[in-house]
């Protein structure tokens, strides 16, 4: 069976392709990434896109931002997108 994308074909001799082949782009403070798709804990994320262990990473949701946790497990899309912000005061 032919894909619909014939990019999905090229080299290819029938089955999947292996997870790791796949690539999809997200956005961190406007900036594309290319990233495997799937889960992944926070911090490897962020160490995987260059944002600085010290920041905070927050997810662009259409109800505003999603402030995530660094030990926290999330599934990754094509074009998420993210920002960092700093970390804010500590508890009272």
Do not use: C, Y
Request: zero cysteines; aromatic letters at 4%; a negative charge.
């Amino acid at each position: 069976m032919i894909s619909a994308n014939p990019d999905q074909n090229a080299g290819k001799q029938g089955g999947n392709p292996p997870a790791t082949e796949h690539k999809l782009t997200i956005f961190v403070d406007g900036n594309p990434h290319q990233v495997r798709p799937g889960q992944w804990k926070v911090s490897d994320l962020k160490a995987q896109v260059g944002v600085d262990p010290a920041k905070v990473l927050a997810e662009i949701t259409p109800h505003g931002l999603k402030d995530l946790d660094d030990g926290e497990e999330i599934t990754v899309h094509q074009d998420e997108k993210f920002m960092t912000h700093a970390r804010t005061g500590g508890s009272s």
